[in-house]
């Protein structure tokens, strides 16, 4: 069950009113509830108990940036908002509270858990990958390994694609021309090889080699052969919140050069293999997703 109110008229209508007069939030045992203006929210210790929590009071009609805190000059107003928090709680199934640090969650045996394997084979017309196996970004030395069997002329279609439009990258063949693109916002990289590629069996390769102020120099062969070199100005541990795809772009087109999902025939692309050589420490990790939260 999703319990959600469209904001389409607030994004027409600045004057529109809000399409729900109360909002709950909680994330690791901190929480927050919002009703006609008046917002409370509490910065939970992990460890202690959720009933010593500290509340907080503001009226956000009046103080935007939240910079005054009026707990004390208003009790029963908190208390009636902490009453409400609870009640949507339980409404929503948000109990019992966790409050279990990110590292602690991302040690569990979850999508999560391959983002530290150095070594995945994925095979065209497989299930989608999930953002949340946090094996989409760019932020990892990687190398992208493509098998294709008897290829001939003018098989252009996309090898992978991770993200969308905004934030992504895909590594396709256009023109007989194998091609890598990478979107960080406003920031697109595009790789080109100058020859065409040669038809039949053979593999074509990307590698993305990180570097520590988080550029990346990007090569790309046919055969073993260089064809073609660039380099990615910003690279992203979240792309998106897509995830990625073998053999098709199913999400917003990350490239403009085709469009729609441009998928490869499974008879011609038989796997795609990723080989990262840098693994996640999760402390970093964890630091890099509450960061994009």
């Known amino acids: 069950r999703f319990d959600g109110v469209s904001l389409d008229v607030t994004l027409s209508d600045q004057e529109a009113r809000a399409p729900r007069n109360a909002q709950y939030w909680e994330m690791l045992g901190h929480r927050a509830i919002w009703r006609s203006g008046w917002k409370a929210v509490t910065e939970h210790l992990a460890g202690t108990r959720f009933d010593d929590d500290r509340w907080r009071l503001y009226d956000t009609t009046s103080d935007f940036s939240e910079a005054h805190d009026l707990a ?132 074509l390769k990307c590698s993305i080699g990180h570097h520590s102020d988080r550029s990346a120099d990007v090569r790309m062969f046919a055969n073993g052969r260089l064809v073609a070199t660039g ?18 772009d199913r999400a917003g087109s990350v490239s403009h050069a085709y469009t729609g999902e441009f998928p490869f025939s499974p008879s011609v692309l038989e796997s795609v293999t990723l080989n ?5 420490h999760l402390e970093h990790l964890a630091e890099e997703v509450e960061g994009v939260e």
């Open 72 to 203: 004390a000059a208003y009790p029963e107003r908190l208390e009636e908002l902490k009453t409400l928090w609870w009640r949507e709680a339980r409404r929503n199934g948000v109990l019992p509270l966790d409050d279990r640090s990110l590292v602690e969650l991302l040690r569990l045996k979850t999508p999560v858990a391959h983002a530290n394997r150095s070594h995945i084979v994925l095979r065209p017309n497989q299930a989608h990958v999930p953002a949340t196996m946090l094996l989409g970004g760019s932020d990892r030395s990687l190398l992208i390994t493509a098998v294709l069997r008897d290829r001939r002329l003018h098989d252009d279609r996309v090898l992978l694609a991770s993200g969308g439009t905004s934030s992504g990258y895909v590594f396709y063949v256009l023109n007989d021309r194998l091609v890598f693109e990478h979107v960080a916002l406003d920031e697109r990289t595009v790789c080109v090889s100058k020859r065409a590629l040669p038809v039949g069996d053979g593999d």
């Open 231 to 248: 380099l990615i100005p910003r690279t992203l541990l979240h792309l998106s919140f897509w995830g990625i795809d073998v053999g098709r």
């Open 276 to 280: 990262f050589s840098e693994s996640y």
